[in-house]
């Protein structure tokens, strides 16, 4: 598949990449996010419930478009918002991608690699001399396989103070507990999380599939 990435001249940039529109936030958008379904325990803090308040999604609408600092991009498939992600622009360590997020109904279809791809394709073009960096709960499987995949590997591996996860250790059932108990550590009387630190060099190979749906249209 050809690596087609155009830049459609809005600001914050739109980006046409591997079948989906990367559109700056805008309302009818932030209206979807709040309508996705939730994850819960551990990922909860990806869930977009707060959306739904029609004043905290404009006022969230306007921070993301004025941030000088982020990049804030929705993945769109036709008028439907399907995933979303963030860059930093401005961190020593890197480009550095946050906040990728694809909802259950639209996870595994390969959102997340094409959206995560399309950005980066894009800042290559636009910061030629920096590599790309991010942060990854070791719980988060499913993400490890599409930032391999896109080229990244694991840089260092260390325990972090993840406030609101930490808190949420306290609250969880046994069972939910259970199911992140080899990521957790209580440490010096407070939770935390094993997380990667995953660093991607700039025009690191990257696979791309595209998945069969999208082919359709
Ligand atoms: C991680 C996440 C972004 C992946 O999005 P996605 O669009 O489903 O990802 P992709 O389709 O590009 O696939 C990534 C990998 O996960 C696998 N995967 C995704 N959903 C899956 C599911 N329900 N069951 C099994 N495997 C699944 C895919 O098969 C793929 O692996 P492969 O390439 O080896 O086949 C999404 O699950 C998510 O938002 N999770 C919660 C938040 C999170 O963890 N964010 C990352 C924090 S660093």
Redesign the pocket.
């Known amino acids: 598949m050809t690596a087609a990435v155009i830049e459609i001249r809005t600001q914050p940039p739109s980006l046409l990449a591997y079948g989906l529109v990367l559109r700056p936030w805008d309302l009818d958008l932030a209206r979807q996010m709040g309508e996705w379904q939730c ?1 819960g325990f551990p ?1 909860h803090a ?1 869930d977009m419930d707060h959306l739904k308040d029609i004043a905290r999604a404009e006022a969230t609408v306007v921070r993301m478009r004025e941030d000088l600092q982020h990049r804030h991009f929705v993945a769109t498939q036709g008028d439907t918002a ?2 979303r992600a963030s860059v930093n622009l401005k961190d020593d360590a890197g480009l550095y991608l ?7 109904e ?10 995560l791809a399309g950005i980066m394709l894009w800042l290559e073009q636009v910061y030629p001399q920096r590599d790309f960096v ?4 070791t719980f ?4 490890h ?5 896109l080229g990244f590997h694991i840089a260092e591996t260390r325990w972090h103070f993840d406030r609101d996860l930490a808190e949420r250790m306290w609250k969880v059932s046994g069972a939910e507990r259970e199911l992140v108990s080899r990521h957790m550590r209580f440490q010096n009387g407070r939770w935390e999380v094993r997380t990667h630190i995953m660093q991607r060099e700039h025009g690191a190979p990257m ?1 791309v ?1 595209e ?1 069969l749906w999208a082919r359709r249209d």
């Open positions: 994850r990922y990806f399907v995933g946050w906040s990728v997020h694809v909802p259950p639209h996870e595994g279809r390969g959102v997340c690699r094409r959206m991010l942060s990854s709960n988060a499987t499913h993400a396989r599409a930032y391999y995949a696979d599939r998945p």
